[in-house]
């Protein structure tokens, strides 16, 4: 996903006014991050409670699922992170 687009959304519509640009900016933001989402594989729920930067830690996620099955080892520089999300989001972890 690209979050370049959603925070541009997101000032822009700050700038027109707290009220009604602050709506605006971010619905716009958050449409086009949605259809982004969508080509990414997310599903509506998993879009809605995530952060951009949670999205880009899901989908490293899925990768490595993808590419050592079911059981894996999370480690790195990232891993706490991983971990955090992974919790977040109600999956069990074997420590």
Known sequence: MNSD?????????KKLGYTEGFAEGFEAGYERGLAE???????DGSLSI???EEHKLWHEFLNFMKK?????TINGPKSL???MLLKKLGIT???
């Open 37 to 43: 989402g969508k080509v990414l594989g997310f599903n």
């Open 50 to 52: 995530l952060t951009m």
């Open 93 to 95: 972890l074997k420590e």
């Open 5 to 13: 687009k959603f925070e541009k959304g997101f000032f822009e519509g």
């Open 68 to 72: 050592y099955g079911n059981e894996i």
């Open 81 to 83: 992170e991983v971990k």
